[in-house]
């Protein structure tokens, strides 16, 4: 079945840097593009970021562009999250899927505080 195992996260301070990575199983990765959502607490999931099944076309939400970076490696199944200058606001559960939405993972818990 369709699996999604997220790592990476952890305490940062303000400004610090953080690599998500998302281990993808049970489909076939290189055909569907993926994303990285994430959900603070006592708020709804927000998407960050968006990349095609290449790799060659990325989306960033307002409020991470300049800041984060989103990439893939369909060899391996793997999708990353480059999070710098992290600040408080980016506190959050990050979670990767599919564009189709349908199966989520556990989830990386990120908490940016000084």
């Known amino acids: 079945q369709v699996q999604f195992v997220e790592s990476g996260g952890g305490v940062v301070q303000p400004g610090g840097s953080l690599r998500l990575c998302c281990q993808a199983?049970?489909?076939?990765?290189?055909?569907?593009?993926m994303m990285w959502f994430r959900q603070a607490l006592g708020k709804e999931r927000e998407l960050v970021a968006s990349i095609s099944s290449k790799g060659n076309r990325v989306n960033l939400a307002d409020s991470v562009k300049g800041r984060f970076a989103i990439s893939r490696d369909n060899d391996k199944s793997i999708l990353y999250l480059q999070m710098d200058n992290l600040n408080v606001e980016d506190t959050a559960v990050y979670y990767c899927t599919t564009s189709a939405k349908k199966d989520w993972g556990q989830g990386t818990q990120v908490t940016v505080s000084s």
């Open positions: 199983s049970g489909f076939d990765f290189s055909w569907w593009p």
